[in-house]
């Protein structure tokens, strides 16, 4: 799977932002979706996440409330709505994917678990 994240750029504290993340190359209905971000000096963290089939979404405690993550698999693409931003949102953020078992529920938090990455886009808030 090949992924390609884009949507990021400079917003001002309280704004929104969409990010995308395109993937190809393999069944992407099939692969628990995740976003993390990685600010400079910080470990790379869970943002969101969502099983492929769409039912389970979790999030991190920092976001929760302010972001949403969603799926369309007819256009194999992830989102990552971003609403009332701050200033400790700045980051690169990263979508990622791993296979999502049979049961179209699973996904998860741990970064170590996802087997492909993209390249990352970077959001900046400014204050």
């Known amino acids: 799977v090949q992924l390609q994240a884009s949507g990021g750029g400079l917003v001002q504290a309280g704004g929104s932002r969409r990010l995308s993340c395109a993937a190809s190359?393999?069944?992407?209905?099939?692969?628990?979706m995740a976003w993390f971000r990685q600010a400079p000096g910080k470990e790379r963290e869970f943002v969101a996440a969502?099983?492929?089939?769409?039912?389970?979404?979790g999030y991190a405690d920092s976001v929760k409330g302010r972001f949403t993550i969603s799926r369309d698999n007819a256009k194999n693409t992830v989102y990552l709505q971003m609403n009332s931003l701050k200033p400790e949102d700045t980051a690169v953020y990263y979508c990622?994917?791993?296979?999502?078992?049979?049961?179209?529920?699973?996904?998860?938090?741990?970064?170590?678990?996802?087997?492909?990455w993209g390249q990352g886009t970077q959001v900046t808030v400014s204050s």
């Open positions: 990622a994917a791993t296979y999502g078992g049979s049961s179209g529920n699973y996904y998860s938090t741990q970064n170590d678990e996802y087997r492909y």
């Open positions: 190359g393999r069944t992407f209905s099939y692969y628990a």
């Open positions: 969502i099983s492929w089939g769409g039912g389970s979404r």
